[in-house]
């Protein structure tokens, strides 16, 4: 089992920026591939971010490139997002994932966070 605990989120304005956390326990982080999700009211969850198990690989939504960088420090057993100029359509709660294998769709995620809520204001 692997615990994931986010935090970081909160209220801020559009154009400000946030930095998400993501502290794991239970397992090595160093086999997990990781990811942030994030779903709006009324919406499905849609992915944000991943990063490999080294953290040598990225990827991004298109909705969020340029804006939001995703990093891990294994040392720490935390992954973050770094999310600035925000815009409102970015309010959601953001989850935190686990994965430890890939598949035919890329990372299987087996474990999530509970989730932090982001809200960013017009």
């Known amino acids: 089992q692997v615990q994931l605990v986010e935090s970081g989120g909160g209220l801020v304005q559009a154009g400000g920026s946030l930095r998400l956390s993501c502290a794991a326990s239970?397992?090595?982080?160093?086999?997990?591939?990781m990811g942030w999700f994030r779903q709006a009211p009324g919406k499905e969850r849609e992915f944000v971010a991943s990063?490999?198990?080294?953290?040598?690989?990225?990827y991004y939504a298109d909705s969020v490139k340029g804006r939001l960088t995703i990093s891990r420090d294994n040392a720490k057993n935390t992954v973050y997002l770094q999310m600035n100029s925000l815009k409102p359509e970015d309010t959601a709660v953001y989850y935190c994932?686990?994965?430890?294998?890939?598949?035919?769709?890329?990372?299987?995620?087996?474990?999530w966070g509970q989730g932090t809520q982001v809200t960013v204001s017009s």
């Open positions: 994932a686990a994965a430890r294998t890939t598949g035919p769709k890329g990372y299987e995620y087996d474990y």
């Open positions: 239970g397992r090595p982080f160093s086999n997990y591939a």
């Open positions: 990063i490999s198990w080294s953290g040598g690989s990225t």
